[in-house]
């Protein structure tokens, strides 16, 4: 257990260099052209889910999973991105 938790903890501080080195990316993508994600308790009606991805020694790897995104937050030009 104690060796899981310190691989945990060593993914948690690549991903903070990598998010401190602009190389993380947030994604938002049609749910119906991505793969299923991991199970939440989110919304699963909303049309948008995001990603955010990061570069970890070359190999880009999942951070974190967003069952849906709040249009409601995003930029103005962004969400009129998502309706074309």
């Not at 990603?51 to 962004?78: H, M, N, W």
């Amino acid at each position: 257990m104690r060796k899981n938790l310190r691989a945990i903890l060593d993914e948690f501080a690549a991903a903070a260099k990598a998010a401190a080195a602009g190389r993380t990316w947030y994604v938002i993508a049609a749910r119906k052209v991505m793969p299923e994600l991991r199970e939440g308790s989110g919304d699963t009606t909303n049309p948008w889910t995001a990603i955010v991805l990061a570069d970890f020694e070359g190999k880009c790897r999942p951070i974190t999973f967003y069952q849906s995104v709040d249009r409601a937050k995003l930029d103005p030009e962004l969400a009129k991105k998502l309706d074309e």
